[in-house]
């Protein structure tokens, strides 16, 4: 496997067929070959919605973890006086509470849990996080680019192959 094939998540590149007459000496049938890259182009785009949904889910994710970033900050700044917040009951309602000073703070890790982090702990581990989803984010954003050229590699491949068969079944009649 290439060194861009593991960059890639080991996504295989689309060779593009430069010779349609070389390339059809290897197979047997243009229906063949048009269906083995019509194969290649529905993977290439299950690939490519999974990562669109995984760069979703961390689109999501960034602005949560930032705002718990805030939030562990804030309690950092106020651990000795404590402070005022409003929180969101519902939609449009608020509650007013007091909120003591504290030198803990429980994270929501999904999944169903919660565990209780003293807050530089918890600093640290939102940051370590954050920096994990906006690098992850990049790289789906790299592969999502990455895909693309193969897809497109593949139809015109395909469109190529097409029109390759077109021209050889009109010049076989006209023997």
């Known amino acids: 496997m290439s060194e861009e094939n593991d960059r890639h ?13 070389d390339f059809m000496k290897t197979e047997q049938d243009a229906a063949e070959a048009i269906k083995k890259l019509d194969d290649q182009h529905q993977k290439y785009r299950f690939f490519e919605m999974n990562l669109a949904a995984k760069k979703q889910r961390l689109k999501e994710q960034i602005p949560e973890i930032k ?16 402070m005022d ?8 309602l608020y509650a007013r509470a007091k909120v003591p000073p ?3 703070v429980c994270l929501w890790l999904g ?3 919660m565990l209780e982090y003293p807050i530089d702990e918890a600093d640290a581990l ?7 989803a906006v690098k992850t984010l990049a790289q789906i954003n790299d592969d999502l680019d990455y895909l693309r050229d193969q897809v ?13 068969d077109v021209q050889r079944r009109q010049v076989v009649p006209a023997k």
């Open 102 to 104: 504290t030198d803990k």
């Open 9 to 21: 998540l080991g996504i295989p590149e689309a060779k593009f067929i430069d010779d349609v007459e």
């Open 67 to 82: 705002t718990s970033l805030d939030m562990v900050n804030q309690l950092q700044k106020c651990s000795t006086s404590g």
């Open 85 to 92: 917040v409003n929180f969101l009951l519902s939609d449009q």
């Open 111 to 113: 999944a169903n849990v």
């Open 126 to 132: 939102l940051k370590k996080n954050h920096s994990a």
């Open 152 to 164: 497109t590699t593949v139809e015109v491949n395909m469109a190529r192959l097409h029109n390759w």
